[in-house]
C-alpha cells in the first residue's frame, strides 16, 4: 500500500527513506507555515506553474498520484528512440510496451505502481537507467518542496538512477505534496542550506519542462530533457 | 562575422580602419538588425513585465552589496570553500593564469584517461579558450547547450553570452545540422533499426534534416544528435553561477538541463569557475538566482539549478555502468585577484553574467556581439576585455561605446558600466600616450580662454558656407562619412558675449533663487537662444539667473576621450567658478553637463588641493536639471502656458495643431544622461503636456546617437542609431520633436534636415518659452 500524504515530509523522511536534514528535523514542511499560508502559496503555484506550461494535477494522495503516472505512460506518444549506444536490439524496442521508471519509491509504493501499470500495459522500471537513456514514455519522482512564486519543485538525495529518469524521459510526473509548497526561495532557504550541509548532496530545483529559445529566440520545450512537467500535487493543503 | 573571435587565441589586432569596416559590414547584415531590433523591444517589455511589483533596485543593491564583501575577501572564501570541499571528497584546484587552467584540465583528462568531452555553456572556458586546448590534445569534444553546439559546428564564438546563437537565422542552422548529418555518423554508431520498427522510434541512420521552417524539428534534430555524446562521453564539463564558500557547493543554472546531464553521466565532472562566483553562503547565492533569471531572460528562474556538494551519490546498488565519480573544482583567477584590490574598477567583479547590458547597449542593438568584445560580450565585455585579455585586444573595443548609460541601469549587481570604460579609456590613453587629436582636444578643453578664442575663429572662419543655423556646401570631401546630419553653424554671438545685456534686462532682481546658469559648449556657442529661453522661464517665476563667466566645458569630451588630466583641470576650473558665484541652484539645460558635474565630479575631484568633501557634497547637491528645476523649484502649472501652436524655431514649417483641443501631438526624446544618468523621466513629459499633447512613441530612451566624440569617432555607428530613431518618430504621427538636450537637438535637428522630412526638433525651454502666458 502506498503511504498516506505526509509521511515522506512530516516525518523527515525522504522518497528514499533518509532523513531530510542531518538532524532529522522535518524540513520540507516548514513547522512555522500556518495553513492560511500554505494555501496562498499552494494558490500561488498553481498559478506561476501555468505561466511555465507546468501542468498541475490535484490528487488526494498518494496512490492517486501513481494511479495517474501510469495513466500518462500508458497514454504517452510512443518516446523517441535516440541512439545511445545501448544494448537492446531495436526489435526489442519497436515490440516493447509504453514505459514508465520510477527509481526512488519505495518497495510498498513500487510494488502498487507495478500493479497499476501491469493493468495498463506499461512496463516499469527501478533502472539501472544507464541501460535505458533513451525511449522512456514517463518518469515518477517525488518532490521534497515547492517554491510557489517560481513553481519550482525541489528534488534532493535522489539516487543516479532517479537523476537521470527525470532527465531522459519525455514526460516528469514529479509527486509534492501540497503542505510542502512555500512562499518562496527564502522560505526554502532552510531547507536547502540544511540540504548542502551534508556530505554529499545534488539538489535540483526544477521549474518546467527543459526548454531553449537558441533558435531565433523561438521558445521550444524539450531538448534535452523532458518535453512535459506534470506536477501531481497531493492532498489537502494547510494540514 | 566573427572575425574577431575566429582567428583562435591569438586574432590579429585590428587597426581603427578594419574595425569601422567591420562595423560597417555588420551594419549591412539586415537578418542581424531586424532580429536584434526585435529582441531590444521584446526584452524591455518582458524586463519590466517580470519586475513588476518586485523592488527591482532593492533586489539589485543587495546583490551589489553582498558581492562587495565577497570581493573584499575572496581568497578567505576560496580557503573555505577549499577547506569544505575537500574534506568531502571534491578536489579543488586553484588556477593563476588561464594557461594554468587549462593545463590543469588536460592532466584531470589525461589521469582518468577521458577521451571525450561533453561541454555545458560557460564563458569562463570561452575565456581561457579552452575548446582550442582540448582539440590540441586531441579530446573530442562537444557543446551541449544548443546555441553553443551550433557555433561549434560553424566554427564561431558566441556572439551573445545568454544566446550565443542569436545572431543566425533558422536556416542558417538547418544548414549547420545538415553538414553535421551528412558527416560519418557520431563516436558510436547505434543499433540498426529494422524494417518493422515503429514510427517514433526510428534510431540511428543519419538524420533527415528539416529545411528550416520548423524550428521544433531543429530542436530534435540536436536531441537525437546530443544525446548520443552524452551518452559516450567520458568527463563533462561545466561552469557554474555560484561557489558557495561555506558549504563547498556549486550552483548552475540552465534551461536545457544540459548541464543535469553533464554532470550525471560522465564519469569525471570538472567544473570551471571565475574566482568571483564565489559566495559566502546559500542565502546569498539565492540573492542573485532572485535577479539573474529575471533579468537575462525574463524569466523568474531558469528551468533547472542544479547544487552539487560532496561527491553526489552514483548509482545504486544493483546497477551496473555507474562509476565512482570524481567531481574537481578548478577556480580561474586570470586576473579577478588583482582586480578585486583595484579600488575604481572592482565591482567589475559583481558581474553575474547575465548578459542584460548587452540586450539593451544601442551599438549591440546594431553590431551584435562579434564586434561587442573579446569574448564576453556587451558594456562587460568591453570591460573584461581589458582585465582578462589585455589592453591590446581592449583598445578599438572601448571606444565603441556611446556612453548613454543604458547598460548601467540595467545592470543586475549595479555596476557603473559606463563609468568604468570611461576610466579604462583614460588608463589606455595614459599607458599608450593619446592619439593627437584627443591630446589636442584635451589640451583645447582644459584651457577656457585659448578654447573660446578658438571658438570664434571658427565663427568666421565658417563664414563662406554657413547659410542660417547650419554649415552648408561644406565639400564632402571634408565631411566624409560624417555628411549623415547637417552640422548647426556656430552662433554669431554667443551667450557668454550676450550675457552682459542680458544681465541688464534684468531690471528688478527678485530674492527669488539664484540660479547660476552652466551653459555648455553647445549652449554658448552654438544654441545661445536656447539658454535665453531659460533665463525667460527663470525670471517668470521669480529666479534669479547667474553666469559666471569663468565656467568652461564641463569636462565630459575629455573624459571620453580618455583625456583624464584634462577632465580634472576643467572639472576645477569649474567648481571654483561656480563656487564663487554663490549659487542655490546650478542648472545646466544640458543633461550630459549636468550629469557630469552631479556625478562625476564629486570623483574627478575628490583629494583636489582646497576642495574639501563637504563643499563637493553640497556642490553636488545643488546641480540640478532644467525640468525639475521648473516643476519643483519654480512650480510651473499647466496654467502658465499658452499651448504652442507654431514653432518659430528655423527648424521647419508651422506645426499643424491637429491634437486634442487643436494641439500640436508632441514628441519626446529622453536624453540618455537625464534619463537615467540623472534618473529625471517625469518632469519634461509633465511640461510637454502643459504647452501641448504628448504622444509617446517606441524606444523614447533609446539613444540617438550623439554621443559627443563618438559620432567623429564613428560616424556610421551614429548616423545608424539616429536613422532609426527618425523613422519610428516620423511614423508616430507626432507634429513637433521635444528633447531637453542640445547634442540631441543637434543630431536629430541635423539628421531631420538632411532627411528632407522637416519634423520640427526643438529643446524644451524653446518650446516652453515660447508657449509661456503673456501675463508671465
Ligand atoms: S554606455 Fe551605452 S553604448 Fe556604452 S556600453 Fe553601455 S549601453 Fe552600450
Ligand atoms: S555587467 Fe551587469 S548587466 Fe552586464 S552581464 Fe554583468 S551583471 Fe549582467
Known amino acids: 500500500m502506498p503511504q498516506k500524504p505526509g509521511a515522506y515530509g512530516a516525518q523527515g523522511l525522504g522518497p528514499c527513506g533518509l532523513n531530510l536534514c542531518p538532524n532529522g528535523e522535518a524540513m520540507a514542511s516548514d513547522a512555522n507555515q500556518t495553513s492560511e499560508a500554505n494555501l496562498e502559496a499552494v494558490a500561488l503555484f498553481k498559478k506561476k506553474a501555468a505561466e511555465v506550461s507546468t501542468l498541475v ?92 512564486d517560481t513553481a519550482t519543485c525541489v528534488m534532493e538525495n535522489e539516487t543516479e538512477d532517479c537523476r537521470l529518469a527525470s532527465m531522459v524521459c519525455e514526460t516528469h510526473v514529479l509527486g509534492l505534496y501540497a503542505k510542502d509548497v512555500v512562499q518562496d526561495g527564502q522560505a526554502g532557504l532552510a531547507f536547502l542550506e540544511a540540504a548542502l550541509d551534508r556530505e554529499r548532496n545534488f539538489v535540483s530545483f526544477i521549474s518546467g519542462a527543459s526548454r531553449t529559445s537558441d533558435i531565433e529566440r523561438v521558445l521550444t520545450l524539450g531538448v534535452h530533457g523532458p518535453l512535459r512537467l506534470v506536477v501531481a500535487l497531493i492532498g489537502p493543503s494547510g494540514d | ?38 529582441f531590444a523591444v521584446q526584452y524591455k517589455a518582458n524586463r519590466e513585465a517580470i519586475f513588476s511589483g518586485l523592488e527591482e533596485k532593492g533586489l539589485i543593491a543587495e546583490v551589489a552589496a553582498m558581492k562587495d564583501q ?126 518493422g520498427d515503429p514510427p517514433g522510434r526510428q534510431a540511428g541512420g543519419p538524420d533527415r534534416t528539416p529545411d528550416g521552417e520548423d524550428i521544433g524539428k531543429l530542436v530534435k534534430v540536436a536531441r537525437r544528435q546530443l544525446r548520443a555524446h552524452f551518452v559516450q562521453a567520458d568527463m563533462g564539463i561545466t561552469g557554474a553561477n555560484f561557489a558557495v564558500a561555506k558549504n563547498g557547493a556549486i550552483g548552475l543554472c540552465t534551461n536545457e538541463g544540459n548541464a543535469r546531464l553533464t554532470t550525471n553521466l560522465p564519469g569525471v565532472h570538472v567544473a570551471l569557475v571565475g574566482l568571483d562566483k564565489l559566495v559566502p553562503t546559500a542565502a546569498d547565492a539565492l540573492k542573485v538566482l532572485r535577479i539573474l533569471p529575471r533579468n537575462a531572460t525574463a524569466q523568474p528562474i531558469t528551468t533547472y539549478v542544479s547544487w552539487i556538494t560532496g561527491l553526489p551519490p552514483s548509482g545504486q546498488s544493483g546497477s551496473v555502468g555507474s562509476p565512482q565519480k570524481s567531481l574537481h573544482v578548478v577556480f580561474l583567477d586570470n586576473g579577478r585577484l588583482d582586480l578585486a584590490k583595484d579600488p575604481k574598477c572592482r565591482e567589475v567583479l559583481r558581474c553575474v553574467r547575465c548578459g542584460a547590458c548587452a540586450n539593451v547597449c544601442p551599438v549591440y542593438r546594431l553590431v551584435g556581439g562579434h564586434r561587442m568584445g573579446y569574448v564576453y560580450i556587451g558594456a562587460i565585455g ?214 557630469q558635474m552631479k556625478n562625476r565630479y564629486p570623483t574627478l575631484l575628490a583629494g583636489s588641493p582646497g576642495v574639501s568633501a563637504e563643499a563637493l557634497e553640497s556642490f553636488a547637491q545643488r546641480v540640478i536639471d532644467f525640468s525639475t528645476l521648473l516643476t519643483q523649484v519654480l512650480k510651473y502649472f499647466p496654467e502658465d502656458f499658452t499651448p504652442a501652436r507654431a514653432p518659430n524655431s528655423a527648424s521647419g514649417p508651422v506645426a499643424r495643431a491637429s491634437g486634442a483641443g487643436g494641439l500640436p501631438k508632441v514628441a519626446y526624446h529622453s536624453p540618455c544622461h537625464l534619463g537615467r544618468g540623472l534618473g529625471v523621466t517625469g518632469p519634461p513629459r509633465a511640461l510637454i503636456a502643459m504647452a501641448g499633447e504628448y504622444l509617446p512613441t517606441e524606444g523614447e530612451e533609446v539613444c540617438c546617437g550623439f554621443g559627443g566624440t563618438y559620432s567623429l569617432k564613428f560616424p556610421e555607428m551614429s548616423s545608424a542609431l539616429m536613422e532609426r530613431k527618425l523613422e519610428v518618430l516620423e511614423a508616430s504621427g507626432a507634429e513637433r520633436l521635444v528633447t531637453d538636450c542640445p547634442g540631441c537637438v543637434l543630431q536629430l535637428r541635423g539628421g531631420e534636415e538632411k532627411r528632407g522630412r522637416r519634423l520640427p526638433v526643438e529643446h524644451l525651454s524653446e518650446f516652453l518659452a515660447r508657449s509661456l502666458k503673456p501675463s508671465l
Request: charged share 25%.
Open chain 1, 57 to 148: 494535477i490535484e490528487v488526494p494522495d498518494l496512490s492517486a498520484a501513481l494511479d495517474q503516472a501510469a495513466r500518462i505512460a500508458a497514454q504517452a506518444d510512443p518516446a523517441e528512440r535516440l541512439p545511445t549506444g545501448s544494448p537492446q536490439t531495436a526489435r526489442e524496442i519497436a515490440g516493447s510496451p509504453k514505459r514508465l521508471a520510477a527509481p526512488d519509491l519505495s518497495e510498498a509504493d513500487y510494488a502498487y505502481l507495478a500493479g497499476r501499470c501491469q493493468e495498463l500495459g506499461v512496463e516499469i522500471l527501478k533502472g539501472p537507467m544507464r541501460e535505458r537513456l533513451s525511449g522512456l514514455e514517463a518518469a515518477f519522482s517525488l518532490a521534497s518542496l515547492g517554491l510557489a
Open chain 2, 1 to 38: 562575422m566573427a572575425d574577431l573571435l575566429d582567428d583562435g587565441p591569438e586574432p590579429k589586432q585590428l587597426s581603427p580602419r578594419e574595425y569601422r569596416d567591420s562595423l560597417k559590414e555588420a551594419l549591412g547584415d539586415t537578418f542581424l538588425r531586424k532580429t536584434l531590433d526585435k
Open chain 2, 70 to 195: 565577497s570581493i573584499d575577501r575572496l581568497e578567505d572564501l576560496y580557503e573555505e570553500f577549499r577547506a569544505e570541499a575537500s574534506r568531502k571528497g571534491m578536489r579543488v584546484h586553484l588556477a593563476k593564469t588561464a594557461d594554468e587552467a587549462v593545463r590543469t584540465i588536460i592532466d584531470i583528462a589525461r589521469e582518468s584517461g577521458a577521451k571525450r568531452v561533453i561541454k555545458s555553456k560557460s564563458m569562463t572556458a570561452e575565456e581561457i579558450d579552452l575548446n582550442g586546448a582540448l582539440l590540441e590534445a586531441s579530446l573530442d569534444y562537444v557543446e551541449t547547450d544548443l546555441g553553443e553546439w551550433i557555433i561549434q559546428l560553424r566554427g564561431e564564438g558566441p556572439s551573445h553570452m545568454v544566446l550565443p546563437a542569436i545572431h543566425l537565422s533558422r536556416y542558417q542552422v538547418a544548414e549547420e545540422f545538415a553538414k553535421a548529418a551528412a558527416a560519418p555518423a557520431g563516436p558510436h554508431g547505434d543499433g540498426p533499426v529494422g524494417p
Open chain 2, 382 to 595: 568591453l570591460i573584461l576585455t581589458y582585465f582578462f585579455h589585455g589592453k591590446e585586444k581592449a583598445k578599438q573595443l572601448v571606444n565603441n561605446c556611446v556612453g548613454c548609460e543604458a547598460c548601467k541601469d540595467v545592470c543586475a549587481a549595479g555596476i557603473d558600466l559606463s563609468g568604468i570604460i570611461s576610466e579604462i579609456r583614460a588608463r589606455i590613453s595614459e599607458s599608450d600616450g593619446s592619439p593627437a587629436v584627443s591630446k589636442l582636444l584635451g589640451l583645447v578643453m582644459s584651457n577656457r580662454p585659448l578654447f573660446h578664442t578658438l571658438l570664434k575663429y571658427a565663427k568666421f572662419a565658417q563664414k563662406p558656407v554657413a547659410t542660417g543655423a547650419y554649415v552648408r556646401h561644406l565639400p564632402t570631401i571634408l565631411l566624409g562619412d560624417h555628411g549623415f546630419r547637417a552640422l548647426p553653424a556656430i552662433a554669431n554671438r554667443s551667450f557668454r558675449e550676450a550675457w552682459p545685456e542680458i544681465e541688464a534686462q534684468d531690471i528688478a532682481p527678485k530674492d527669488g533663487p539664484r540660479i547660476a546658469l552652466m551653459a555648455g559648449c553647445a549652449h554658448d556657442f552654438i544654441y545661445p537662444d536656447q539658454l535665453v529661453a531659460a533665463v525667460k522661464l527663470i525670471r517668470a517665476k521669480g529666479g534669479r539667473a547667474l553666469f559666471p563667466m569663468e565656467q568652461s566645458c564641463c569636462g565630459l569630451p575629455s573624459q571620453m576621450m580618455g583625456e583624464r588630466r584634462a577632465a580634472e583641470k576643467t572639472a576645477l576650473g569649474n567648481f571654483l567658478a561656480f563656487t564663487e558665484a554663490r549659487f542655490d541652484y546650478l542648472v545646466s539645460l544640458c543633461p550630459s553637463c549636468a550629469n
